[in-house]
């Protein structure tokens, strides 16, 4: 308990620090892609908690994000509202005002996805592997297309005019509560018996782990933070449209967490890393070689190549931490 | 069809006639899913892969008989708005076709051996990922090299409505149906009655024994990426040729509802992507009397359904996990 409180000061005494610096020393083009590291963590962590613990694969995170994205932004935003009857708009000031009020809104925007994380949870229980993929992605979409049908948050145009709420301190004290709370969840029972699920189920099963029920809170945890990460992206933004989490969306997270080794913490944190940098980093070839869009097509050669050459990932179900350091290093022991 | 729709009461009789209306174009819907479809069972049928690459050589089918058509100087020409081009003569259509057909072919195969024959070993999860890559490479490139916006495809045949006593249909929509009649039946014989079919069926029955039993394991992937490729270009001409516009994301969604439709009518099985598409056709062009944008989540909502309620599909077969 004391343990949890002190790294809880320590991550944001930490964000506050980082915070502080950023606005005072870095320029503002990299200060927001640390922003979009930051949100692009939460999203490969908590991914990883389904996809990589318990091995049950989702493509429908983008649809968590969308919630938890809309849902904070409709306590946090000006609405414009069309009265259908008076024909007139009528505009509704925010529930939740100042930067203290975001953080509720986050947190309800999280718990609006973990509930649906529930309700995705629980049908898809019986289906596995492909079928599941696909399942999830499909309602990924239906959320994506019911979104695009709500009038009153834009339909298809989109909610403009977000608070400017998400700053670095938020977003990277999220990042280190969700990296925090992922690695005492590995270490927890709980975590065993995900890993216990992904390596065998039935074998699981017989054992008397409590799939269905583990499962479900897998998804449940997930969702949550893809939520949170889907209120903070929406107020990094500062627009919201449903195409903002299309299924593209989803695919980029899970590419996130394989090509830094499926199941393993870290590989996610450096995924997640790698492929919101490289992107950045290509814009600059992209503009001096005179080839737009040669940028995605880069990014789906090494996709390719990654998976015929090393399935694995970078780390495999490895953990980057001192010791691997210590060993790699030259002099080091073996 | 506008006009009938403009003139349907709820609770007349014009509403009865709007929706047999849908169902008659759900039915050339749902036959170019179908098409697409049996690309997607065949091989999942026997690498039980979701080859999400299938959609994106659909689009390049539309392309690979766009790009012969502009050459031979059949298409109008945004330079020049008052270049009026040649009627295209109905061999012409043929050749367009063929090509298309067999570029995909060849793409097809192209995509198995480079792409999957190296990770055929290796876990399903790891396909899955390169699928969607390949999916990326095909759409990406695509945007690169064809540029994103629409363009407009030839007037292979002029378009023009007929009467069919309760519906009209364009006469485009009436070839896509027969073609798509014709296609289906004559890869069902040849899966049934050859010799080459009987291998692919072996293939996707136990792959280890068939190799054991002579039949070339390899040879019969690649025809199956080739079928199923040769299925989906000419889906991708015929929507091309309805639509009159071509686009490098057209297969995006195509791609994912014809997947949809291959799961409902039980992936595996080629009736089945026949029966799934049709249904899943008609099922949105119905929904779409209603709504058009909530159409567009009907296939998502069946899928689901289907898959919890039967997920081995309508006519797929179901199998038990062994301990």
Redesign the interface.
Same mark, same amino acid.
């Given at each position: 308990m004391h343990r949890t409180l002190l790294l809880l000061v320590v991550g944001v005494s930490l964000a506050f620090g980082v915070d502080w610096f950023l606005g005072e020393f870095i320029e503002e083009y990299v200060v927001r892609i640390i922003n979009l590291c930051g949100i692009a963590i939460i999203l490969a962590v908590s991914l990883n908690v389904i996809n990589g613990l318990c091995g049950q694969?989702s493509l429908g995170h983008a649809g968590f994000m969308a919630i938890g994205a809309y849902v904070s932004a409709y306590f946090t935003t000006t609405l414009r509202v069309l009265n259908t009857e008076t024909g007139e708009t009528v505009v509704r000031a925010p529930l939740f005002d100042g930067a203290w009020g975001f953080v509720p809104a986050l947190l309800i925007g999280g718990m609006a996805a973990a509930a649906a994380g529930l309700v995705v949870g629980v =049908? *898809?229980l019986?289906?596995k $592997?492909?079928?599941l993929?696909? /399942?999830t !992605? $499909?309602?990924g979409?239906?959320v994506i297309?019911?979104l *695009?049908?709500f009038e009153s948050v834009g339909a298809a145009r989109g909610l403009p005019g977000l608070p400017n709420y998400a700053s670095s301190f938020w977003i990277l004290t999220f990042a280190w509560i969700c990296v925090v709370s992922s690695v005492f969840l590995q270490r927890s029972t709980f975590g065993r018996a995900l890993v216990a699920i992904r390596e065998n189920e !039935?074998a699981a099963e017989v054992m008397g782990i409590r799939v269905a029920r583990l499962k479900v809170m897998a998804f449940i945890y997930g969702a949550f933070f893809a939520g949170l990460a889907g209120g903070l992206l929406g107020h990094l933004l500062r627009t919201i449209s449903p195409s903002t989490f299309g299924?593209m969306k989803s695919?980029e997270v #899970?590419?996130m967490l #394989?090509l830094g080794g499926?199941g393993s913490l870290t590989g996610a944190i450096v995924g997640a890393i790698v492929l919101t940098v490289l992107p950045e980093a290509l814009r600059d070839v992209e503009q001096q070689a005179k !080839? =737009? $869009?040669?940028r995605?097509?880069v990014? /789906?050669?090494v !996709?390719?190549l990654l998976?015929?050459f090393r =399935?694995q990932g970078i780390f495999g179900q490895r953990e980057l931490s001192l010791k691997l350091l210590r060993r790699l290093l030259p002099g080091g022991r073996k | 069809m506008l006009e009938l729709l403009a003139t349907a009461e709820p609770g007349g009789t014009s509403l009865a006639q709007a929706l047999l209306q849908q169902v008659a174009n759900g039915i050339a819907k749902g036959s170019v899913y179908a098409l697409i479809a049996v690309g997607y069972t065949m091989v999942y049928g026997v690498l039980q892969l979701i080859n999400f690459a299938h959609g994106e050589v659909y689009m390049l089918g539309a392309y690979f008989s766009y790009y012969p058509a502009k050459w031979m100087g059949y298409t109008t020409d945004p330079e020049d708005p008052t270049f009026v081009p040649a009627k295209v003569p109905l061999y012409v259509v043929g050749f367009l076709f063929v090509c298309s057909m067999a570029c995909c072919a060849f793409l097809g195969m192209l995509i198995e051996r480079f792409a999957y024959r190296p990770l055929r070993n290796s876990s399903r999860l790891a396909a899955l990922i390169t699928a969607i890559g390949v999916s990326l490479l095909l759409q990406n490139g695509g945007i690169m090299l064809f540029k994103a916006d629409p363009r407009g495809f030839p007037t292979l045949i002029e378009q023009s409505s007929v009467d069919l006593g309760l519906v009209a249909l364009t006469n485009t929509k009436i070839i896509i149906v027969v073609v798509a009649a014709v296609m289906m039946t004559g890869l069902h014989l040849f899966v049934q009655k050859t010799r080459p079919g009987a291998a692919m069926r072996a293939c996707s029955f136990d792959m280890r024994t068939a190799r054991l039993m002579g039949v070339n394991v390899d040879g019969t992937i690649g025809l199956t990426f080739a079928i199923g490729s040769i299925m989906a270009a000419v889906a991708g001409v015929l929507v091309a040729m309805d639509q009159p516009t071509i686009d490098p994301l057209m297969g995006l969604m195509a791609g994912l509802k014809a997947f949809v439709a291959a799961v409902l009518g039980g992936i595996g099985s080629i009736p089945g992507a026949a029966l799934g598409g049709l249904l899943l056709g008609v099922t949105e062009s119905v929904v779409g009397t209603f709504s058009t944008t909530y159409a567009e989540a009907v296939a998502f909502v069946l899928l689901i359904l289907v898959l919890l309620v039967k997920p081995s599909g309508l006519l797929g077969k179901s199998g038990r996990e062994k301990v």
């Open positions: 694969f =049908p *898809t019986r289906l $592997g492909d079928y993929a696909i /399942a !992605l $499909g309602f979409e239906i297309i019911m *695009t049908n !039935l299924f695919i #899970v590419v #394989v499926l !080839l =737009p $869009g040669i995605m097509v990014y /789906a050669l !996709l390719i998976m015929i =399935p | -």
